[in-house]
């Protein structure tokens, strides 16, 4: 049998008659039940004609069945493609434009608008609830036995594609070897074992969702609590019978609005990670002083899976994202690759098993992406301080040049999102005639505050240089956010490019 990443999961489940899914209102599913049903569901797919090296396009909401479709596509060597389930009929025809998928599993509520839009292509279908649809109904005609495909470490195990944010999507390729390394390595610095049950509300089409808690968890032989969505209720119902959670800054936050939130509640866990999008530090404190817990934040994306993290033993800085992973290298660079000192800024680039094999009939932006010795240029910009903690300071494309001057908003936002009355902050460069970029922020309020521009702008006199200063100060309901909760700064810059004409 091909050493896979399947085959690895099967391993790690040294009780598979123990609990692995804990969907709230149904009945506990094992391990051993999850992967019969992955076999069923790898039988239709072949039925339809999928072979090693065949994309599944999937856009399902999520319950067990979903990921019963992901381990059958891993069973049948077939290349795991999750779409956003927000994505329209138009969006969809370019990414299946692109990865030629030979099959596409959607909801049954919207299969006949994605037909319209995709008149060529096969269809099997999914309720929402994963019960019923095309394939739960073939599937339940089917053995729960089947021969899976010979396909090793190397193979394409996924292709997720990035935002799309500075240009059209690209597919990343990920191996089976990508995400067992990446899922082992996790395991071993976050402690996680068979005694651990994990509070999943992430969704399944992104890496933090897919492969990172679940993968984790399946090496780990641990439990989730599945829950379809977040929400506030069910999270607290789940609390009491976990012991991890992960989350992105928006759970976070959120519960801190809730009176539930204390010590008692919080005190049985043994771990809250928080990832895909930055976590303030005040969010951090607030968190610590409510429950007794540093959250451990930590620093991925889609072409690399995890790289660094906040240690399970050790200082959790706020505002850093920890340190490299083991098996995994850092480094800090100019443009043109060489490694910057101690304290600089530059361009974080990382190497190791985690890194993706490439863009998905990409093959010059490929090469653009990667040096020469295999560093990938991740297109983050951050700092290494004196005890080695990465601290990231934005994106590149965020990089405001004004009057031929850099400026870093992470450092403008951290200094913003201290201030009295602030709830959040972000801070974009926009066209302007006389600078090039005016530097400009927009800020939400806290409940009741009446913070107004000049009362900003007083407050960063002492704390930051003149060129640095925010041309405007917009005040604005709330940030735009994308489902994982990063700021669309894109769609700001878009939206607001004439501000200063």
């Known amino acids: 049998m091909a050493d896979n990443l399947f085959q690895r999961f099967v391993q790690s489940a040294t009780e598979p008659d123990k609990a692995f899914l804990l969907p709230p209102g149904c009945a506990p599913i094992s391990f051993i039940q999850a992967f019969a049903a992955a076999a069923r569901f ?51 025809a370019y990414f299946v434009g692109d990865a030629e998928p030979r099959l596409f599993v959607c909801g049954e509520k919207s299969r006949a608008a994605i037909a319209v839009a995709l008149p060529a292509t096969e269809f099997l279908t ?129 519960m801190l609005q809730d009176p539930r939130l204390n010590q008692d509640r919080a005190r049985h866990m043994r771990l809250f990670v928080s990832g895909s999008a930055p976590l303030l530090a005040d969010t951090h404190r607030q968190w610590q002083d409510r429950t007794g817990h540093a959250i451990l934040e930590r620093y991925g994306m889609t072409e690399t899976n995890m790289n660094t993290s906040n240690p399970y033993d050790g200082a959790r800085i706020p505002g850093s994202v920890g340190l490299p992973l083991p098996g995994v290298e850092v480094r800090i660079a100019d443009k043109g690759g060489q490694t910057l000192a101690q304290g600089d800024i530059g361009m974080i680039e990382v190497r190791g098993p985690n890194v993706f094999k490439g863009y998905w009939r990409m093959p010059e932006k490929t090469a653009a992406e990667f040096r020469p010795d295999g560093f990938f240029i991740t297109g983050d910009l951050g700092t290494v301080d004196a005890n080695g903690y990465l601290h990231i300071v934005g994106r590149d494309k965020d990089l405001i040049i004004s009057g031929g001057l850099n400026i870093y908003p992470k450092e403008i936002e951290s200094l913003l999102d201290e201030l009295p009355g602030v709830e959040e902050s972000a801070v974009v460069g926009l066209p302007h005639n006389d600078f090039g970029e005016g530097v400009t922020a927009f800020i939400v309020k806290k409940q009741g505050a009446a913070i107004t521009e000049k009362q900003v702008l007083n407050a960063l006199d002492e704390k930051l240089a003149r060129f640095k200063h925010p041309k405007r100060v917009m005040f604005v309901e709330q940030l735009p956010r994308n489902t994982m909760g990063k700021v669309q700064k894109s769609l700001m810059r878009e939206t607001f490019k004439a501000l200063y004409s």
């Open 42 to 92: 790898a039988h239709v797919l072949v039925r339809h004609g999928v072979q090693p090296g065949d994309r599944v396009a999937v856009q399902v909401e999520k319950s067990p069945e979903a990921l019963f479709l992901y381990l059958a596509c891993l069973r049948a060597g077939a290349v795991y493609l999750p779409l956003n389930t927000g994505y329209t009929p138009s969006e969809l």
């Open 126 to 254: 999914l309720s929402d609830d994963g019960t019923s649809g095309s394939l739960a109904a073939e599937a339940a005609a089917c053995s729960s036995d089947f021969a899976d495909a010979d396909v090793s470490m190397d193979d394409l195990a996924s292709i997720l594609y990035t935002s799309g944010t500075t240009g059209r999507s690209k597919g990343a390729m990920l191996t089976h070897g990508n995400l067992f390394s990446n899922a082992q390595t996790l395991k071993g610095a976050w402690h996680f074992s068979g005694k651990d049950v994990l509070v999943h509300a992430l969704p399944l089409f992104h890496i933090h969702g897919l492969f990172v808690a679940s993968n984790v968890s399946l090496v780990s032989g641990a439990g989730m609590i599945l829950l379809p969505k977040f929400d506030l209720d069910a999270i607290f119902a789940a609390l009491p019978g976990a012991s991890v959670m992960m989350g992105v800054p928006t759970f976070y936050t959120r």
